[in-house]
Nanobody, 121 residues
Framework: QSQLVESGGGLVQPGGSLRLSCAASGFSLDYYAIGWFRQAPGKEREGVSCISTSGGSTNYADSVKGRFTISRNNVKNTVYLQMNNLKPEDTAIYYC??????????????WGQGTQVTVSS
């Protein structure tokens, strides 16, 4: 079995922060670029951010630039998404996936359960 497991979501007030984790099980992240995606109710899944294999290059959606930071620790086999100054429109289920790194960061076919992020007063 090989999969990515998302965690760290929760309920937070506007302006608050959360750090999401994407942990690999059954394979090593060292060889893969990873992206974070999110899907809000009634909306299509959209790309949030992605990071190259070494962590030397990153991409962000315009809506999260300056607020979110993607990082990785290959020794821990984990990719993170630090989310600051959260807004209600950030509310969604967040997923991570392998990607073909580039401007589009095209994800792989299979998705996990994701982790729910709710930003509300």
């Amino acid at each position: 079995q090989s999969q990515l497991v998302e965690s760290g979501g929760g309920l937070v007030q506007p302006g608050g922060s959360l750090r999401l984790s994407c942990a690999a099980s059954g394979f090593s992240l060292d060889y893969y670029a990873i992206g974070w995606f999110r899907q809000a109710p009634g909306k299509e899944r959209e790309g949030v951010s992605c990071i190259s294999t070494s962590g030397g290059s990153t991409n962000y959606a315009d809506s999260v630039k300056g607020r979110f930071t993607i990082s990785r620790n290959n020794v821990k086999n984990t990719v993170y998404l630090q989310m600051n100054n959260l807004k209600p429109e950030d509310t969604a289920i967040y997923y991570c996936n392998r990607v073909s790194f580039g401007r589009l960061c095209t994800p792989g076919e299979y998705w996990g359960q994701g982790t729910q992020v709710t930003v509300s007063s």
